[in-house]
């Protein structure tokens, strides 16, 4: 059974080709344009990882990971980002969030995905 993805981005180019990445890597992927749309996709579902943008519109990834991981505490979280390296800091004292920088080629979305899942 394929382990199940979710990646937030409102910007649908991005989201799009990040998904790209996540699906040949062998998720079952749903895309997600804000904050609202994961946490109710995880209502209806378990998933194994979330990717989110940190600049979204009425919340930001970081604040959507902290939320996902009292949800589910055992989901990995990425945070794909390219703002300071204080956010890096912040984001990476949590527990599973990686800090991926933008831009990201498909090896440095590989290696995240991997670092969170074990």
Request: hydrophobic content about 40%; some cysteine.
């Amino acid at each position: 059974m394929a382990k199940k993805a979710i990646l937030a981005d409102d910007d649908q180019e991005l989201r799009e080709t990040l998904g790209d990445y996540v699906k040949e890597l062998g998720f079952e992927l749903t895309l997600c344009g804000g904050g609202q749309e994961v946490l109710s996709a995880l209502e209806s579902g378990d998933y194994d990882l979330v990717i989110a943008d940190h600049k979204m519109p009425q919340m930001t990834g970081y604040d959507l990971l902290i939320k996902v991981a009292e949800i589910q505490p055992n989901i990995g979280l990425v945070l794909f980002t390219g703002f300071s390296a204080d956010l890096q800091m912040t984001a990476g004292q949590q527990k599973k969030i990686f800090v991926l920088n933008k831009p990201a080629g498909f090896e440095q979305v590989k290696n995240a995905i991997q670092t969170v899942l074990g």
